[in-house]
């Protein structure tokens, strides 16, 4: 490792000030500071720092996702490898390209929105666009804003929103039947030609028409959809991890949960034949994955803990409101963009609140 | 009482229970500039020879507190910049002729009662300086009225000199001091606070204070900065509208009980030496001015150290023109300074690492005491919004927001989201994952804010009396 931080010290002074690729910057410092740590040092009071970082901060969440990763390989076929490589190069091509020009280092960010943005896509996904999809979002959810830390939407969402505006006929043409048997899919490279996989009855699609696929297998995750988003056991186990590694904050999921499924068993018991049960929702399509991976980004969503209840509960009413009563089958996105660009507005209400309060102490 | 935040950081070093006398000093080296004091008004000439408690500067924006002369020697101005050397140290301890000043004591006791010549007493034998106004930290007013004191024990910032340890070594001083304290009072609470007090120590404490009405005992968990005196006096509900708050440390009880009861300078002062680079980390007795070389040659094994006086939390590094103890030390921490740079840091397990954050190996066993060092550990980042700094924050305040605010050069947002109310406790730059250094912004912003302030009144003060002159 010496002898590798030696290279590395010595390449350096090519990429400062006055070295060729100065330009290049940014991309080499990310190289650099993923192999070895900065070696800044604080000079200020307190003369110590917490070891967490945003690099660690973010590996947690992907830590958390690898359930998710599994589960979809082995439901959909390792063709999912391939869109992860694709989210990350394309992904990052234009992050790099953004940090060059603002000069500014390269956001650990991007690491965690490269890696859900295909395990929401479904599995069928033409490559090209998947990686039009994390551009765009990548590019319109965030650099515009300013990078990460400053934008207002999830730049995931923000991708998957775009493909399925512009492109509603390819994405709802490419969902897969789930593997079938012991082996699942695990060692098949499913893509859109093979007609025999492809269907386009999500579970959700299908309870338009009446029709509950049963709760086990959407527990277990072996019904069509997103790839990491059919298996609620999957989404559990990732989601518990960052609830107790505190990266996601529970006031959020907790929020979504509950008012998820309070209105939902409402409506079911008003009209049990035009609604379904509430806990078969709750297994269905993206809500569980929402919860626990996209609305609890710290960035887009509300920084209090007031505002985060608010947040989830606005989002959880959102999504039944548009499952059950609009033609579209899943509202899981929209409500949570809809709940960034409400998130602001949310914090400034407890923010006033708050220094009301404080104009008095003291 | 309302305590909110707080964080407990264990490192490596902290100090020990013993008290050692250091040996006398050869030349003594006092700065003229400490944490609260600038001591610009110099009352010696260069090559005088002074006695033990002379004043050798007064610093005239804090009602005349005195920089005293810790040792008979002989004074050398201008030797080092900023600094007062005394030369030539004498080995007997004799104390200055006092008897020109207590006349100006007698007189201020015609003017003010015995309690005003009591408080002149401390302002001349070097013990007022111990006391801090509880929310502004300045040096309160002599003649002002408290609306109360407290009083504190604790020490809870790794490493100043720990409260305990002083009281343990000298109870009997310290009761007397509490008695002292009461009588400058006229019936204004004292609130003692200790950690435990249903401890055995404490009712040994309880018992010798039995017969003092006006002090009241409090209990205060142990966790940092719960012992800051703006974060005590704000939960105990004493808010700076109803008068200045007085408050002191154990050694501040210590200094007003040898300057009321000996009649002696308080010249002396407890430090600690802790921190990860020190061998063997304790509590030190030295005058102030004292060589700070030599607690370094006998104490210091690191090659790089970051010598810093006073704690890891709030202490600043002692600057390489630094030769002595200044006044206003509680404590020297050492801390090593990063050299080496960890392959993929950030992925490993990190059973060793503890942390704020439930995010490594570490968050499953026992907390326990880690070998820091000056690494910021990570690189700058914008907010990512994650809460930490609010979580930890004591005053209440949200320091995200203030960032955001001095982040865009919007001072009067950040003034009425109260970055006054911050006590500079140094939590939320600790805590924070993208490492922004947020308690330096919310320290220079205060002092923006207050510069500011200071100067609208002189304009308003100016525009008044010329005014006044054209009526
Ligand atoms: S804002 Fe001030 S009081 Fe609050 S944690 Fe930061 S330094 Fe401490
Ligand atoms: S701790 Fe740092 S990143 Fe987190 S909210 Fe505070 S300022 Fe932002």
Redo the contacts with the bound molecule.
């Keep these: 490792m010496k002898l590798l931080l030696r290279v590395v010290e010595k390449i350096r002074p090519h990429f400062e000030e006055g070295g060729k690729f100065h330009a290049f910057l940014p991309v080499y410092d990310a190289i650099e500071h993923f192999l070895f740590a900065p070696g800044t040092i604080t000079t200020t009071a307190p003369h110590v720092r917490d070891p967490i970082d945003l690099k660690r901060f973010m590996s947690m969440v992907i830590v958390a996702l690898l359930p998710c990763v599994a589960t979809g390989i082995y439901f959909f076929g390792l063709r999912f490898i391939a869109l992860i490589v694709v989210s990350y190069a394309a992904g990052l091509s234009v992050e790099a390209l953004f940090s060059i020009v603002r000069k500014e280092p390269i956001n650990e960010g991007f690491f965690v929105t490269g890696f859900l943005f295909p395990l929401i896509m479904p599995p069928a996904v033409p490559l090209w666009m998947v990686a039009l999809g994390v551009a765009f979002g990548v590019v319109i959810g965030k650099e515009l804003f300013g990078g990460t830390g400053r934008n207002l939407f999830n730049p995931a969402l923000v991708g998957r929103c775009f493909l399925a505006l512009a492109y509603p006929v390819q994405m709802s043409g490419s969902w897969l039947k789930p593997g079938a048997g012991v082996a699942g899919r695990l060692l098949q490279y499913v893509d859109g030609s093979n007609v025999d996989a492809v269907t386009s009855a999500t579970p959700l699609a299908l309870a338009k028409g009446g029709e509950y696929v049963s709760l086990s297998h959407m527990f277990v995750g072996s019904v069509s959809g997103s790839v990491g988003e059919t298996s609620a056991l999957a989404i559990l186990a990732g989601g518990m991890f960052l609830l107790l590694t505190r990266v996601a904050n529970w006031r959020t999921v907790a929020s979504i949960l509950i008012s998820f499924t309070a209105l939902a068993a409402m409506l079911h018991h008003a009209q049990p034949d035009r609604f379904g049960p509430a806990l078969w929702h709750l297994c269905a399509g993206g809500l569980l994955f929402g919860a626990f991976f996209m609305a609890t980004d710290p960035v887009t969503g509300p ?1 209090t803990s007031g505002g985060k209840w608010l947040y989830g509960a606005l989002i959880g009413v959102v999504t039944v409101l548009i499952r059950n009563f609009t033609g579209y089958v899943e509202g899981v996105t929209f409500a949570i963009l809809l709940g960034n660009i409400f998130a602001p507005i949310l914090d400034e209400m407890v923010f006033a609140l708050r220094l009301r309060r404080l104009k008095v102490e003291g | 009482m309302k305590l909110r935040g707080g964080y407990n950081i264990f490192l490596q070093g902290r100090p020990g229970s013993t008290i050692k006398a250091m040996p006398e000093p050869k030349t003594l080296y006092l700065p003229l500039s400490s944490k609260r004091f600038r001591f610009s008004a110099i009352h010696v000439a260069d090559g005088q020879d002074v006695a033990l408690g002379d004043v050798l500067a007064t610093d005239p924006n804090n009602y005349d507190v005195p920089l005293l002369a810790p040792r008979a020697g002989s004074v050398r101005l201008g030797q080092v910049e900023d600094t007062v050397v005394l030369e030539n140290i004498a080995k007997s301890q004799e104390y200055a002729d006092t008897n020109g000043r207590m006349e100006e004591v007698q007189h201020v006791e015609r003017t003010f009662g015995a309690a005003g010549a009591q408080r002149r007493r401390l302002m001349m034998l070097g013990a007022w300086q111990f006391l801090h106004e509880a929310h502004s930290g300045r040096l309160p007013d002599p003649l002002g009225t408290p609306q109360a004191v407290l009083v504190s024990t604790l020490s809870l910032e790794p490493f100043t000199a720990r409260g305990d340890v002083q009281l343990q070594a000298r109870l009997l001083n310290f009761t007397r001091g509490l008695e002292h304290l009461q009588s400058l009072l006229e019936y204004q609470p004292i609130y003692f606070v200790l950690p435990d007090i249903k401890s055995e120590f404490a009712s040994i404490v309880r018992n010798h204070i039995r017969g003092y009405a006006s002090v009241k005992m409090v209990e205060l968990p142990l966790t940092y900065p719960y012992d800051d005196f703006a974060v005590l006096a704000r939960s105990l509900g004493l808010s700076s509208g109803n008068g200045p708050v007085w408050a002191l440390r154990t050694e501040g009880v210590l200094a007003v009980d040898r300057a009321l009861t000996a009649g002696k300078p308080c010249v002396t002062r407890i430090i600690s030496i802790g921190g990860t680079g020190v061998v063997s980390p304790g509590h030190l007795r030295v005058v102030s001015g004292y060589p700070l070389k030599c607690i370094t040659d006998k104490h210091v094994f690191e090659p790089h150290p970051r010598i810093i006086n006073g704690g890891i939390m709030t202490g600043e590094a002692f600057g390489p023109g630094a030769l002595g103890i200044d006044t206003e030390c509680r404590g020297i921490t050492v801390l090593p300074e990063l050299q080496e740079r960890e392959f993929l840091g950030f992925m490993r397990p990190g059973s060793e690492r503890s942390s704020y954050w439930p995010c490594f190996l570490s968050s499953m066993v026992q907390r326990f005491a880690e070998r820091l060092t000056t690494a910021m550990r990570g690189e700058r980042r914008p ?8 979580e930890v924050c004591p005053a209440g305040i949200s ?2 927001l203030i ?1 955001k605010y001095l982040y865009r050069d919007l001072v009067e947002e950040a003034a009425a989201a109260r970055v006054d109310l911050c006590v500079e406790c140094g939590l ?1 730059s600790y ?4 490492k ?1 250094d ?1 308690r330096a912004q919310f320290v220079e912003a205060k002092n923006g804010i207050a510069r500011e302030k200071a100067e609208m009144l002189e304009t308003k003060a100016r525009q008044e009396s010329t005014e006044e002159v054209n009526a």
């Excluded at chain 2, 907010?383 to 609010?390: H, R, V």
């Design positions: 920084i | 907010c990512i919004s994650c809460n930490a700094c609010e320091p995200h960032h939320c805590v924070c994952p993208s922004i947020l």
